[in-house]
Nanobody, 121 residues
Framework: QVQLVESGGGLVQAGGSLRLSCAAS????????IGWIRQAPGKEREFVAA????????SHAESVKGRFTISRDNAKNTVYLEMNNLRPEDTAVYYC??????????????WGQGTQVTVSS
């Protein structure tokens, strides 16, 4: 299996930026699709973005298109989520997750512990 550790969350003002990182260990990193999923207080988990095995395929939720960008560096076993023009509604715990299948849902096989992102107005 693969182990995932997120970092980079924090408190930021609306309009600001953050970059989340997801570091993986265990099985061959390039065998896995990596997704970012978030969960706001009192809400269900929501798909944010996904990136394919080599980084050539990506998908972003409509709510973050044009503001968030997912990327990966297989040499460093790390996936990034660059978040710009943050809004208060982006406040959530952000999870990275891994699966062998490319998907734009929340049904991933392996999950990290999450990192809190808080956007103040």
């Amino acid at each position: 299996q693969v182990q995932l550790v997120e970092s980079g969350g924090g408190l930021v003002q609306a309009g600001g930026s953050l970059r989340l990182s997801c570091a993986a260990s265990g099985r061959t990193f390039s065998d896995y699709v990596i997704g970012w999923i978030r969960q706001a207080p009192g809400k269900e988990r929501e798909f944010v973005a996904a990136i394919g095995w080599s980084g050539g395929a990506t998908s972003h939720a409509e709510s973050v298109k044009g503001r968030f960008t997912i990327s990966r560096d297989n040499a460093k076993n790390t996936v990034y989520l660059e978040m710009n023009n943050l809004r208060p509604e982006d406040t959530a715990v952000y999870y990275c997750a891994a699966d062998r299948i490319f998907k734009t849902t929340i049904r991933y096989e392996y999950w990290g512990q999450g990192t809190q992102v808080t956007v103040s107005s």
